[in-house]
């Protein structure tokens, strides 16, 4: 079984240029997470989407950032214009049902995003 | 609200020494925990789980028993391995909120 699919998986950029990340979860996956992970720390999550609908969205700084699940599958996190803060790991996870508490999260191998 | 508490590291251990990481929670219900490994350069990926109290969780040689009574879920390992070096994070499933992780490190 494919896991967690990112891409790019590096990413360098000028500050206020856009970027985007794409993901594609696991088949059969409903629920998508977009987290944001800097150096030396963990995991925060950016939004939550259970197909096509985002459930929780309260940690994006939607002045610059946005997100897309069209169709309930793949996902795509824009930044624009992109900061010089915005230089971190972002990272897409998949889970089987609709944020159970018992579901184990699966996690891509995330994008570097350098913005110079 | 509802937390976990993680001990803080860096943790440096020589190989085949015994490995405690003390993780606690603060949570109203039955909270599922999981405790998730981050590899060098790779995404996180669950190590182990448990969803009611007095469940051992076990994968690659760690154990983590779920007590209620003590609010807790340490990790642990009884020879770590040079190959077991990572970030470690303990979760308090629900949540979605990760700690700052423990920085594990094994020497030869």
């Known amino acids: 079984e494919a896991g967690v699919v990112q891409s790019p998986r590096y990413k360098i950029i000028e500050k206020k240029q856009p970027v985007a990340f794409w993901c594609n979860p696991i088949?059969?996956?409903?629920?998508l997470y977009w987290y944001l992970q800097n150096l030396g720390q963990g995991p925060e999550l950016l939004i939550r989407?259970?197909?096509?609908?985002?459930?929780?969205d309260s940690q994006l700084p939607k002045d610059r950032f946005s997100a897309e699940r069209l169709k309930g599958v793949d996902s795509t996190l824009k930044i624009q214009p992109a900061e010089l803060g915005d230089s971190a790991v972002y990272l897409c996870?998949?889970?089987?049902?609709?944020?159970?508490?018992?579901?184990?999260?699966?996690f891509g191998p995330g994008t570097r995003l350098t913005v110079l | 609200g509802d937390s976990v508490t993680q001990m803080e590291g860096p943790v440096t251990l020589s190989e085949e020494a015994f490995l405690t990481i003390n993780c606690t929670y603060t949570?109203?219900?039955?909270?599922?925990l999981f405790w998730y490994v981050q590899y060098p350069g790779e995404g996180l990926q669950l190590l182990l789980k448990?969803?009611?109290?007095?469940d051992k969780g076990s994968n690659k040689g760690f154990e983590a028993t779920y007590r209620k009574e003590t609010t807790s879920f340490h990790l642990e390992k009884g020879s770590v391995q040079v190959s077991d070096s990572a970030v470690y994070f303990c979760?308090?499933?629900?949540?979605?909120?990760f700690g700052q992780g423990t920085i594990l490190t094994v020497h030869p």
């Open positions: 448990a969803t009611k109290a007095d």
């Open positions: 979760d308090l499933n629900g949540k979605l909120t």
């Open positions: 996870a998949s889970s089987p049902s609709s944020g159970a508490s018992t579901d184990t999260q699966y």
């Open positions: 088949s059969g996956h409903n629920t």
């Open positions: 989407y259970e197909n096509e609908e985002a459930v929780d």
């Open positions: 949570a109203t219900g039955y909270p599922s």
